[in-house]
């Protein structure tokens, strides 16, 4: 690994914390200079994971919604 490698990797270790994990990933930046398929694959998984229990969560919620309306 390089020094401007492990500046990178210490930059999104940075950005994770100081941001937190979900807008890092989510807002602040796609990382392409990090040059990692299993990064990639992994942040994607995130993004993915984070997206289902946003709908999993709203669709209780809905749920719930419509057993009080009937």
Partial sequence: MTEEELEDW???QYRM???GIEYCFKHYSSF???KDDEFHKLRLQLL????KIR???QNKI????EEIED
């Fill in 10 to 12: 210490q930059m999104v």
């Fill in 62 to 65: 809905d749920s719930y919604d």
């Fill in 48 to 51: 993915e994971s984070m997206k």
């Fill in 32 to 34: 392409k200079e990090i």
């Fill in 17 to 19: 914390d100081a941001e």
């Fill in 55 to 57: 709908e999993y969560v």
